[in-house]
C-alpha cells in the first residue's frame, strides 16, 4: 500500500477536527420551542445548553427611546433576520438608526428555582454602535450613538437582571442599532451583521466566547514565533538582512 505524504495526512487530520468542531458548536446552539402565543418558550435544559436568538426579530427603522419598553407594541413592525445586514443604502431617512425587539416565554419552574439569576445574552458583531435593553432597561453596548464612536467586529456577553422578567414570564430584548455615517453604511452596509447571538447562563456563554477566539490566538503565536526566529538567525549571522526584515 502506497504511503500518504505526511503534509496530506496533517492536511486530512486538520480538515477532519475542523469538522467534529463545527458539528459540536452547531450542536451546543439550541433552538427554543414556540408556546401557544408564538413566543420561544425558554425551559432550564435547553437554557443550560444554550438558546440560539438567531433569526426573525420584529424591526423598525427610527429611534424613539420609548421602544425598549415592554409596554410597546410591535405586532405592527416589520421582521428582519438576525445576523443579518442591511439593505444597501441602509435608512437614512431615520439617519442610520433602527430598532430590533424578540418575546421570548420563561418556564414558571426555571423562574422558581432561581436560575434566571445567572441568564446573559452574546451578541455578535455588528455595524457600527448598538445598545441592548432587556425589560426596558439598558444592559450594555459597543461604541456610543450619535454623536458617535464607531466600534464593529465586537462580540459582547451582557448580563440580564431578574427584574428584565415581566411578572408573566416574559423577557423583551430590544437592541438600538446606529449604523455609522452615510458614507460607512454605503460601503460597509449596517445592522447585526454576524456572529453568535444566544441567551443562556453567564459563565457558558463567557467561556464559549474565550474558547472561540483560541484559534486567531494560535495563529498570532504562530506568527510571532517565526518572527523571533527569523530574528534570531539575524542575530547570529549579521550579514542575512533579510531574515531582520522577515523578523519585523
Same mark, same amino acid.
Given at each position: ?92 431617512? $431615520? /439617519? ?7 418575546? +421570548?416565554?420563561?418556564?414558571? #419552574? *426555571? =423562574?422558581? !428555582?432561581?436560575?434566571? %439569576? ?70 460597509? $452596509? /449596517? ?7 444566544? +441567551?443562556?447562563?453567564?459563565? #457558558? *456563554? =463567557?467561556? !464559549?466566547?474565550?474558547? %472561540? ?36
Amino acid at each position: 500500500m502506497a504511503q500518504q505524504h505526511p503534509i496530506r495526512l496533517i492536511s486530512k487530520a486538520f480538515l477532519l477536527a475542523t469538522g467534529l468542531f463545527c458539528l459540536l458548536l452547531a450542536g451546543s446552539l439550541t433552538q427554543a420551542a414556540s408556546t401557544t402565543d408564538g413566543l420561544p418558550f425558554i425551559t432550564g435544559e435547553n437554557l443550560r445548553e444554550g438558546i440560539s436568538l438567531r433569526g426573525q426579530w420584529r424591526f423598525k427603522p427610527g429611534d424613539n427611546i420609548a421602544w425598549a419598553t415592554p409596554a410597546v407594541d410591535d405586532s405592527s413592525w416589520s421582521s428582519m433576520a438576525v445576523p443579518d445586514r442591511w439593505p444597501s443604502g441602509g435608512f437614512p431617512e $431615520s /439617519g442610520q438608526m433602527a430598532w430590533y425587539r424578540l418575546s +421570548l416565554r420563561l418556564d414558571p #419552574e *426555571l =423562574v422558581r !428555582e432561581s436560575q434566571i %439569576s445567572q441568564l446573559a445574552v452574546r451578541i455578535g458583531k455588528g455595524l457600527s454602535a448598538y445598545e441592548l435593553y432587556a425589560g426596558g432597561k439598558l444592559v450594555g453596548g459597543v461604541g456610543r450613538l450619535p454623536p458617535s464612536e464607531v466600534i464593529y467586529d465586537r462580540e459582547r456577553v451582557f448580563a440580564i437582571p431578574t427584574s428584565a422578567i415581566s411578572k408573566d414570564n416574559v423577557l423583551i430584548l430590544a437592541l438600538r442599532v446606529w449604523g455609522g455615517d452615510e458614507a460607512l453604511v454605503k460601503a460597509w $452596509s /449596517g445592522g447585526p451583521i454576524s456572529g453568535v447571538y444566544m +441567551l443562556g447562563q453567564y459563565r #457558558e *456563554l =463567557v467561556l !464559549e466566547g474565550m474558547v %472561540s477566539e483560541v484559534p486567531g490566538l494560535l495563529f498570532c503565536a504562530l506568527i510571532l514565533g517565526f518572527g523571533c526566529y527569523y530574528l534570531y538567525l539575524y542575530g547570529r549571522n549579521r550579514k542575512l538582512s533579510t531574515y531582520l526584515w522577515f523578523g519585523l
